[in-house]
Structures are given as C-alpha cells and as structure tokens.
C-alpha cells in the first residue's frame, strides 16, 4: 500500500456584501469572500491538500482565475474534480483535516454540515472528515476582520 499527504493553505479578503461559503455551507454573515470561484476558502484549502499529495500542482494550476471557465464556481464541483483526479491516478482518499481561522462570525455551529458536505463530496465516510473553527484572538488580519485563512491535511492511499 503506497501511503500519501498532502497539505494545503489558502486565504481570503473579506467583503460586505458577498456570500460566505465555507466547507460547501452557506454561512449567515454580513461580509463574504472576495474571489473568482464562490471564494469557499475551506475547499480550495482541501483542495491543494488533496493535489499536494500526488505533486499535481495546486488549485491555480487546475482551475485558474484567468478562465471564464471557472468564475463563480460552486467549489464543491472543483473539489468533486480533484476527487476524481486522485482516483483516476490510483489513490482514494483516507482522511481530511481541514482548520478554518475566521474571526466572525463564529462558525462552530456550522462545522456538522460542512463535516456532511464535505464527506458526501469527497466520497468518503464523515469520520473521515474533521474541520475545527478558531480565531486569532484578534490578532492580525484575521482578526481584524480583514479575512479567513486555513490550512488543510489529505492522506490518500492507493486503491
């Protein structure tokens, strides 16, 4: 059995006005994602991890916000084709560890739906899944309210 991880990280501005999507759930918020897709940080994040592990880049690479192709996108479709990818190169995925850093609004209520979406994306069981909410204790632009940051862990192995 070949054993695979990948890590991912990703960020984004904050604005009033837009949508909040984060982990594939639409969160209740003034202020959303500035972005090409629909800025669901929390996936582009699992998505590099997920890439990562197999060296194929990273989300950019696949999916650039260069391409009409791609503006506005629901990013459960680019994580369904990234899912795809890694099964399509021999490999499924084990487990996910996503932590998402947004200072408000608080966002821990949400985390069983987007631990749901997520594993019904990805195929997998939602044991398998785990996204955790924190803050910056106010410190930095995170928590000025400026943006969201988060860090993502894939383990893939092979089929």
Known sequence: MDI????????????SGLPMWLGGVKIL???G???HS?????????????????????????FPDTSDEWKGVDSKLLLSKVCALVAEK?????????????????????VPQM?????????IAVD?????ATT????????????CEVWAVALLTTL
């Open 4 to 15: 695979r991880i990948g890590q991912g990280y990703d960020v984004h501005v904050l604005q």
């Open 115 to 123: 631990r749901e979406c997520l594993a019904s994306v990805m195929g």
């Open 136 to 147: 910056t204790e106010r410190l930095g632009f995170v928590g000025r309210g400026e943006g």
């Open 38 to 62: 629909d800025g669901d940080v929390a996936i582009h994040a699992l998505c590099d991890a997920l890439l990562g592990a197999l060296a194929l880049g990273d989300i950019g690479h696949h």
């Open 128 to 132: 398998r899944v785990s996204v955790k």
């Open 29 to 31: 918020s003034d202020k």
């Open 33 to 35: 994602f500035v972005a």
């Open 90 to 110: 021999g490999y499924a995925v084990s487990n996910v560890d996503v932590t998402i850093a947004l200072q408000a609004p608080k966002i821990g209520r949400y």
